[in-house]
T-cell receptor, first 113, second 116 residues
Framework: DQQVKQNSPSLSVQEGRISILNCDYTNSMFDYFLWYKKYPAEGPTFLISISSIKDKNEDGRFTVFLNKSAKHLSLHIVPSQPGDSAVYFCAASKGNQGGKLIFGQGTELSVKP | ETGVTQSPTHLIKTRGQQVTLRCSSQSGHNTVSWYQQALGQGPQFIFQYYREEENGRGNFPPRFSGLQFPNYSSELNVNALELDDSALYLC???????????????FGEGSRLTVL
C-alpha cells in the first residue's frame, strides 16, 4: 500500500528552464509534506516543506504547491541548474508522528547544461 | 557542529547472520529514527528512539531491534538476516520526537548492507 507516490522515475530538463516534480498521496490525515534531495553516496537532505493549512511555500528557486482536494503536491525549481541533478523524494507525516516519514519512490532529475 | 555519522559504510553478511549498525546523532539532537532504503525505492521507516525508548515502529518484524544510549547515539540490530534485508540503512536525528514540526530530519550517509 503505497501512500505516497512519485509516478515519474526520471525527469530531464535543460539548464535555466523550470523543473516540475510531482507527488500524489492517498492518506487525507497527512498534515505535513516535505521534499528531500539525495546525491549518490550521501544521505537525503531536507529541501523544503509545507503544512497542510497552506497551498504554497517558496524558498529561493524552490516552490512547493499543495492541492489538498487532489491530494497532489509539486516541487518547482526555477531556474534549474546542473547542480540540482539528484534524486528528489517527496515525504509526508501526520499529527505527532513527525519522525515517521512516509516517502515516495523518488524522481531522478537530470539538468543538462 | 558534527552531523549524523553512521558505521560501517559498507558490509557484507550471509543469510542467517546477525548485524549491528551504529549511528551518532547530530549535536544537540535527542531523537533518532532508522530507515531502510531498498534499491529503487524511497526510505521506509523502521523505528524511532527518544530518551532511550522506542517511540514508534514501522511495519518491520521483531528481528529488527534497536537501542539508544544516554549520549543519544543508537544501534540497529538485525537478526537472522534474509536476502531481502539487502538495502541502504539510514539513520536520521532530530531535536524532538515529532522531528519535522517546524524542522526536519537530518540524515546520515547510510550503511550499505549486502546479504548473500
Amino acid at each position: 500500500d503505497q501512500q505516497v507516490k512519485q509516478n515519474s522515475p526520471s525527469l530531464s530538463v535543460q539548464e535555466g528552464r523550470i523543473s516540475i516534480l510531482n507527488c500524489d498521496y492517498t492518506n487525507s490525515m497527512f498534515d505535513y509534506f516535505l521534499w528531500y534531495k539525495k546525491y549518490p553516496a550521501e544521505g537525503p537532505t531536507f529541501l523544503i516543506s509545507i503544512s497542510s493549512i497552506k497551498d504554497k511555500n517558496e524558498d529561493g528557486r524552490f516552490t512547493v504547491f499543495l492541492n489538498k482536494s487532489a491530494k497532489h503536491l509539486s516541487l518547482h525549481i526555477v531556474p534549474s541548474q546542473p547542480g540540482d541533478s539528484a534524486v528528489y523524494f517527496c515525504a509526508a507525516s501526520k499529527g505527532n508522528q513527525g519522525g515517521k516519514l512516509i516517502f515516495g519512490q523518488g524522481t531522478e532529475l537530470s539538468v543538462k547544461p | 557542529e558534527t552531523g549524523v555519522t553512521q558505521s560501517p559504510t559498507h558490509l557484507i553478511k550471509t543469510r542467517g547472520q546477525q548485524v549491528t549498525l551504529r549511528c551518532s546523532s547530530q549535536s544537540g539532537h535527542n531523537t533518532v529514527s532508522w530507515y531502510q532504503q531498498a534499491l529503487g525505492q524511497g526510505p521506509q521507516f523502521i523505528f524511532q528512539y527518544y530518551r532511550e525508548e522506542e517511540n514508534g515502529r514501522g511495519n518491520f518484524p521483531p528481528r529488527f531491534s534497536g537501542l539508544q544510549f544516554p549520549n543519544y547515539s543508537s544501534e540497529l540490530n538485525v537478526n537472522a538476516l534474509e536476502l531481502d534485508d539487502s538495502a541502504l540503512y539510514l539513520c536520521a536525528s532530530s531535536s524532538e520526537p515529532a522531528g519535522v514540526l517546524g524542522g526536519e530530519l537530518f540524515f546520515g550517509e547510510g550503511s550499505r548492507l549486502t546479504v548473500l
